[in-house]
């Protein structure tokens, strides 16, 4: 099996954040969990636990995000 760009989730203190998804994103958070959760061996994790994951990763690999944000000194 190909190894998942995510690992195990950090239990973190949530901001809470409402967003609507597309159908066919929710399909793919629910078989992205099941895939996660077949290669580190724990329970599926809920859907809208994978998004905060899923963006982190997103913008930590983002070269553009990354050369604003140390041009901006943050």
Known sequence: MT???LGPLADDKPVKLTVELPAAVH???VAYAAA???ETGGPPAAP???VAP???RFMATDRA???ARR???N
């Open 54 to 56: 899923m963006l982190e």
């Open 3 to 5: 190894k998942l760009k």
């Open 71 to 73: 041009a901006q000194g």
């Open 48 to 50: 809208e636990k994978l």
């Open 36 to 38: 996660l959760a077949a």
């Open 27 to 29: 399909r793919d958070l």
């Open 65 to 67: 995000f990354s050369k």
